[in-house]
Structure formats: structure tokens, C-alpha cells
């Protein structure tokens, strides 16, 4: 029982803390976390003795959540096309956007932080597997022309998606922290989106 309320206790620390830090800025010491938690600092080091710690605590409900996001898209379209994007993309950009502390603070990490590295590449890795997975589907469902996979084009596509869907992010807040969200998302779809139209069979798919 008592090992149960310690993973709730440790839960509600970090879902709380990503408000906190979305709202308050990366800046904020784990003293300043306490009083805008309302609890002690000790019950915050009990589970996290570092800021770091808590980032990658953070990241790892983001990585869990996205688990979630694509291993339902996969269940309800199993046979996917290209328009089903828009709703698995949408999907990615409002956890993003849910989690988006965890992105600034791993964009500004440096390489003396190894554990937010190390869920950085972690991340990276599995991206890069889930995109391959898309583009040979697309591909094998001739949404895609196979030319996206071909070494001359697959890895520029592949750095360009990937840098887009995490940059985003970051651009919103620097760029357009006035605009809501909602507001800026088809933007960033749509940008995300133009990378696939050298490579589409059907246009109407546009």
C-alpha cells in the first residue's frame, strides 16, 4: 500500500511540475518548485535530488504518452494512408505541446547533463525507427513514390522531419509566444506536411 501511494506521490510530482515549469520557465530551483507545489522541498528530493532528474522524469511520461498516441493510431488504422496522418501528427504536436518544458530544457541541455543526453538519444533512436516505419508503409501503400527511401533522399528527409517536429516547439515560444496554440498548429502541420510533397503519388492528397 505504501509503495503504491510513493508512485502516486512521485506522479503527482511530475505532472504538476510540468505546469509549473511551462508556466513559471525553465529557471525555477527545486526550492522555488516546492513553494509553487505547496509541499516541502524533502518530499521533492525524496524521489528527485536534481532538476535533472525531475527533466527526465518529465521526458519519460512524455515518451510513455507518445507510446500511447502512436500505438493507437497503429491499432485504429492499420491500414493507414497519408490523409491519417494529419490525425497521428495532431496527436504528437498536442503531447508536445503538453510537454513542451521537457523540450526547451533538452534543447538547452549541454553534454555534462547524461541522463537528459541520454534520454535525448534514446528519443532520437525510436523516432527515427517509427518514421522509417511510416515512410516504407507509405511507400508499400503507394501513397509514397519509393524514391523517399532512397539513400540520395531518405536521410536529408529524415533530418528535415525530425528537426521540424522537435524545432517547432521552440520556434512557437520564442517566435510567437502571444499566439495561442491553437491558432499556430496548421502552420507548423502544414510545414511539417510540405516535406512529403516532392514524394507523393496522389496529389489530391495534398
Known amino acids: 500500500m505504501a509503495e503504491k501511494k510513493g508512485v502516486k506521490s512521485r506522479q503527482w510530482i511530475v505532472e504538476q511540475s510540468v505546469h509549473v515549469?511551462?508556466?513559471?520557465g525553465l529557471d525555477i530551483t527545486l526550492n522555488q518548485l516546492a513553494n509553487h507545489l505547496n509541499i516541502s522541498r524533502g518530499r521533492i528530493s525524496h524521489f528527485f535530488a536534481t532538476r535533472d532528474s525531475?527533466?527526465?522524469?518529465?521526458?519519460?511520461?512524455?515518451?510513455a504518452k507518445l507510446a500511447d498516441i502512436r500505438s493507437e493510431f497503429v491499432a485504429e488504422h492499420p491500414n493507414f494512408t497519408?490523409?491519417?496522418?494529419?490525425?497521428?501528427?495532431?496527436?504528437?504536436?498536442?503531447?508536445?505541446?503538453?510537454?513542451r518544458c521537457t523540450v526547451m530544457y533538452s534543447?538547452?541541455?549541454?553534454?555534462?547533463?547524461?541522463?537528459?543526453?541520454?534520454?535525448?538519444?534514446?528519443?532520437?533512436?525510436?523516432?527515427?525507427?517509427?518514421?522509417?516505419a511510416l515512410a516504407e508503409k507509405l511507400v508499400s501503400n503507394q501513397s509514397l513514390k519509393q524514391?523517399?527511401?532512397?539513400?540520395?533522399?531518405?536521410?536529408?528527409?529524415?533530418?528535415?522531419?525530425?528537426?521540424?517536429?522537435?524545432?517547432?516547439?521552440?520556434?512557437?515560444?520564442?517566435?510567437?509566444?502571444?499566439?495561442?496554440?491553437?491558432?499556430?498548429?496548421p502552420l507548423f502541420l502544414e510545414g511539417l506536411f510540405r516535406l512529403f510533397e516532392p514524394y507523393l503519388l496522389d496529389k489530391s492528397s495534398k
Not at 21 to 24: A, E, L, Q, R, S
Not at 147 to 167: A, K
Open 54 to 63: 525531475i527533466f527526465v522524469a518529465m521526458g519519460e511520461a512524455y515518451q
Open 21 to 24: 515549469f511551462n508556466t513559471y
Open 147 to 185: 524514391e523517399i527511401l532512397d539513400e540520395s533522399n531518405y536521410p536529408v528527409f529524415e533530418f528535415q522531419f525530425i528537426n521540424l517536429f522537435t524545432s517547432w516547439v521552440i520556434s512557437k515560444e520564442i517566435y510567437y509566444p502571444e499566439q495561442p496554440y491553437l491558432e499556430m498548429k
Open 107 to 132: 534543447a538547452s541541455s549541454g553534454n555534462s547533463r547524461d541522463g537528459i543526453i541520454q534520454h535525448i538519444n534514446e528519443t532520437y533512436r525510436r523516432s527515427k525507427l517509427f518514421i522509417r
Open 82 to 99: 497519408f490523409p491519417d496522418l494529419f490525425e497521428l501528427f495532431g496527436k504528437v504536436m498536442d503531447n508536445q505541446y503538453v510537454y
